[in-house]
T-cell receptor
């Protein structure tokens, strides 16, 4: 069974640009969550999508957005990049039909904003 | 408010020593779920265990064991006879049980270094 796939693995962007990250969940999983990991703030929840609907949202500015497609693949977009957006972005996949399930993570996309 | 605290930022042990990673959580939910994840240098978070709030049985899996105590709101993780391959960052996490969400609240992580 294939795991969670995130692309690209590494990105370098310039301040002010926008970026799109992609996540393909495990087959059959309908929930995709996104997290930002930084040395200072640790792992912080961005948002969760379930069956193409945003089910939960963290405390991030509107520059951070996401969507989920009918095949459960998800993308997150960050517009008007700031230096502080440099982080490891992790995607997690789970069945999503109950909170009593584990989430499986991808290897992440490391975004550097210069 | 929900919160997870991992007070140990870094731990260094010598191979074959036992080590315990502490995790203390706060929640008002009566139903909740606790997790441990391992993050090796590659970056991926590897699932280790899930525990339900209504199941206080300790669990052992090989060299790993977990001690869940609701009375002290703790979910500690012990590695017996540590090995160099155990070197990683370990995260404890909490999830609501009262709403249907996948959101995980993570602690700050404990970096474990096992020296040969």
């Amino acid at each position: 069974k294939a795991g969670v796939t995130q692309t690209p693995r590494y990105l370098i962007k310039t301040r002010g640009q926008q970026v799109t990250l992609s996540c393909s969940p495990i087959s059959g999983h309908r929930s995709v969550s996104w997290y930002q990991q930084t040395p200072g703030q640790g792992l912080q929840f961005l948002f969760e999508y379930f069956s193409e609907t945003q089910r939960n949202k963290g405390n991030f500015p509107g520059r951070f957005s996401g969507r989920q497609f009918s095949n459960s693949r998800s993308e997150m977009n960050v517009s008007t990049l700031e230096l502080g957006d440099s982080a490891l972005y992790l995607c997690a996949s789970s069945l999503g039909n109950t909170p009593n399930t584990e989430a499986f993570f991808g290897q992440g996309t490391r975004l550097t904003v210069v | 408010a929900q919160k997870v605290t991992q007070a140990q930022t870094e731990i260094s042990v010598v191979e074959k020593e036992d080590v315990t990673l502490d995790c203390v959580y706060e929640t008002r939910d009566t139903t909740y779920y606790l997790f441990w994840y391992k993050q090796p240098p590659s970056g991926e978070l590897v699932f280790l265990i899930r525990r339900n709030s209504f199941d206080e049985q300790n669990e052992i899996s090989g060299r790993y064991s977990w001690n869940f105590q609701k009375s002290t709101s703790s979910f500690n993780f012990t590695i017996t006879a540590s090995q160099v391959v155990d070197s990683a960052v370990y995260f404890c996490a909490l999830r609501h049980g009262s709403s249907n969400t996948g959101k995980l609240i993570f602690g700050q992580g404990t970096t474990l270094q096992v020296k040969p």
